[in-house]
């Protein structure tokens, strides 16, 4: 590929405002934040119904968080890889990053299996796949964000290193909030028992 080739790609690429972009994501992230407290919060009252039956959480969702764990330990190694201007290498480290949340996707579809009719039986049931369905939906959205950044250094044309390093950045926060996130609904899924719910509340 020659420079003026090069050159073209890099002027026909729209400019992004990263200050805006991070503004944006922060804003996006505390939305989904809220949504996700307010589905737990919803779990938590439900199971103090008598109906409520607790659903056993499939060990391959262990397999699945620690994807997830490699997948954001491996974007963070991007980023610093970026800073030490070794771009080539980062983007290989956030193809490796992108790969481990594939796995992870695809060890919840593997849990889903698992489980098979019964995730419409019961509440808790059916609360599991809306949990884990919509973190899913969070996790797609940010693999489309993690293909146009990767995509930008993939073919050599990395442009302003300063700039293809903030993108890496805003990439590696919504990977970290997506653990957070995973990490909370794992733990209420799993341990979070209507016991536990009344010793918080006080009323039990």
């Known amino acids: ?32 934040t809220s949504l996700f407290m307010l589905f737990l919060l919803a779990y938590a009252m439900r199971m103090n119904q008598p109906d409520w039956r607790r659903l056993p959480v499939p060990d391959v969702l262990w397999l699945s968080s620690a994807w997830l764990v490699l997948a954001s330990l491996t974007m963070q190694a991007a980023v610093m890889l970026a800073r030490r201007d070794r771009l080539e290498t980062a983007h290989q480290a956030m193809l490796g990053g992108g790969a481990c949340t594939l796995l992870f ?19 808790a049931s059916s609360f599991f796949y809306v949990l884990t369905a919509l973190h899913g939906l969070h996790v797609l959205g940010g693999l489309w964000a993690w293909a146009v950044v990767w995509r930008r250094g993939a073919d050599g044309t990395h442009g302003d290193a300063a700039y293809e390093v903030r993108l890496m950045v805003l990439c590696t926060r919504y990977w970290h909030f997506l653990l957070a996130v995973w990490l909370g609904l794992f733990a209420a899924l799993g341990w979070l028992t209507p016991e536990l719910v009344r010793r918080i509340c006080g009323t039990g």
């Open 1 to 32: 590929m020659n420079q003026a080739t090069l050159e073209r790609r890099r002027a026909a690429r729209p400019a992004l405002s990263v200050p805006a972009a991070s503004t944006a994501l922060w804003f996006f992230m505390l939305v989904a």
């Open 105 to 123: 996707l695809c060890t919840q579809l593997w849990a889903w299996h698992m489980l098979g009719p019964s995730l419409a039986d019961t509440p």
